[in-house]
């Protein structure tokens, strides 16, 4: 059996984090030997400030699970708590909470959500964008 590198994860959650649409500049990634660490801010790309719906949270969650080679996952979010698995609440105090207190999270529909077919493992590793570095 092929051991899945860091480097695969990284680019694997870069792809999932994209299709998400999210910030990738207030989220902290960092994999080594297997671990996944988020940390940071969860926010809508484009939007610094602008809150993420609980499906995209959970949807993260799901998506990140299902990536091989990964043995362990800490998520150290500022507006995102999770108390369990599956289960997310906004911080209060957060653009996220007042979001949810008056229902007014981005419009992001997962489902029509526009979907991209996956770049090939070996396309996306020879691209330009992909580096040798453990945090992103």
Known sequence: ????????IR????????????DMQRLRVCVAGGTVRFTG????????REAVALAVVEA???????????????????NWRR?????WIPLKGTATA??????SFL?????????REPIPFERAR???????ERVW
């Open 1 to 8: 059996m092929k051991t899945v590198t860091d480097t695969e």
């Open 11 to 22: 680019i694997r959650l870069r792809g999932i984090l994209a299709h998400l649409r999210l």
């Open 41 to 48: 801010e969860l926010n809508a790309q484009g939007r610094p």
């Open 60 to 78: 993260l969650e799901s998506d990140v699970a299902r990536v091989k080679g990964i043995r362990n996952t800490f998520y150290e979010l500022r």
């Open 83 to 87: 108390t369990g698995p599956g289960e």
């Open 98 to 103: 007042n979001a949810a207190q008056h229902g």
């Open 107 to 115: 419009p992001l529909d997962l489902d029509t959500a526009p979907r």
């Open 126 to 132: 020879t691209s330009a964008t992909v580096r040798n």
